[in-house]
């Protein structure tokens, strides 16, 4: 990454406090999710609330951060830190969406959570509270 780039988000990170209602756009695997800064931050210490420490992830051209992690897996994890409900998809494995939450630094600062699992067999959305993630 050149310097322009860095200083330019790193720039962009200096007024926290003023854009934290700044929309902003992130490219997981090819697909483009957007939210605000101030959702990010509803969750200290993970991957996402972090965004301005690491910019080494954000192209200035495209203004957007760049993972090439898993997008559907993504989606769930982008709600949790709008709903403060995660839930399981049902059609990824469980290493997978473990290896995921792992990636976002939630499984070390959540140490307990409110799971909804939806049972594919009977159509039961059970919510598991106190589950170790």
Not at 53 to 79: M, T
Not at 110 to 130: A, N, R
Request: glycine content about 4%; charged content about 25%.
């Amino acid at each position: 990454m050149n310097m322009s780039l860095l200083l330019s988000e790193t720039a962009n990170c200096s007024n926290a406090q003023d854009e934290t209602h700044k929309k902003i756009t992130l490219n997981i695997g090819g697909m483009r999710h957007e939210t605000l800064k101030s959702t990010l931050r509803k969750i200290p210490a993970t991957r996402l609330s972090k965004l301005c420490e690491n910019p080494l992830s954000y192209d200035a051209q495209k203004n957007e951060y760049f993972f090439d992690r898993h997008p559907e897996v993504f989606s769930q994890i982008l709600n949790y830190y709008r709903t403060g409900k995660l839930h399981y998809p049902t059609d990824v494995c469980g290493p997978l969406f473990e290896e995921e939450l792992r990636f976002w630094d939630l499984d070390s600062t959540q140490d307990k959570t409110t799971i909804c699992v939806e049972s594919i067999e009977c159509g039961v959305t059970l919510l598991k509270s106190s589950v170790v993630v």
